[in-house]
Nanobody, 120 residues
Framework: QVQLVESGGGLVQPGGSLRLSCAASGSIFSIYAMGWYRQAPGKQRELVATITSGGSINYGDSLKGRFTISRDGAKNTVYLQMNTLKPEDTAVYYC??????????????WGQGTQVTVSS
C-alpha cells in the first residue's frame, strides 16, 4: 500500500558527509511522520531522527548537531543530512513512515534499508 524508496547511502571517509533521501508512494491520504532509524551489526535498531507533518523534529541521543532531518511535503520525501560522520555511524539506515492511507487507515511502513559505511 505504501512504498518507501531510499537512496544516498554508500562509503564515506571519517569526517565526510552523506545525504539520504526517502520517497513515499502508494495509497497515501496523508503522512503523519517520516523518519530514519539505523541498525549496526549486533545492535538493536535505534532512532536517528523523525519529523512530523507539522514540522516537529526528534533526534536520537547525541546525533543532533551532526545530523539534520528535513522534509518536502509536496514530494512525500524525507531527507537526512549527515555531517562529520564517524565509524560508529556505520549501519543500515531504514526509512520509516506513519501514513493514513486511502483505504486501510493508518499504517506504518519501512523501507528496505540503505547501507552507510564510514571507513578510511
Amino acid at each position: 500500500q505504501v512504498q518507501l524508496v531510499e537512496s544516498g547511502g554508500g562509503l564515506v571517509q571519517p569526517g565526510g558527509s552523506l545525504r539520504l533521501s526517502c520517497a513515499a508512494s502508494g495509497s497515501i491520504f496523508s503522512i503523519y511522520a517520516m523518519g530514519w532509524y539505523r541498525q549496526a551489526p549486533g545492535k538493536q535498531r535505534e532512532l536517528v531522527a523523525t519529523i512530523t507533518s507539522g514540522g516537529s523534529i526528534n533526534y536520537g541521543d547525541s546525533l543532533k548537531g551532526r545530523f539534520t532531518i528535513s522534509r518536502d511535503g509536496a514530494k512525500n520525501t524525507v531527507y537526512l543530512q549527515m555531517n562529520t560522520l564517524k565509524p560508529e555511524d556505520t549501519a543500515v539506515y531504514y526509512c520509516n513512515a506513519v501514513v493514513r492511507t486511502v483505504v486501510s487507515g493508518v499504517v506504518e511502513s519501512w523501507g528496505q534499508g540503505t547501507q552507510v559505511t564510514v571507513s578510511s
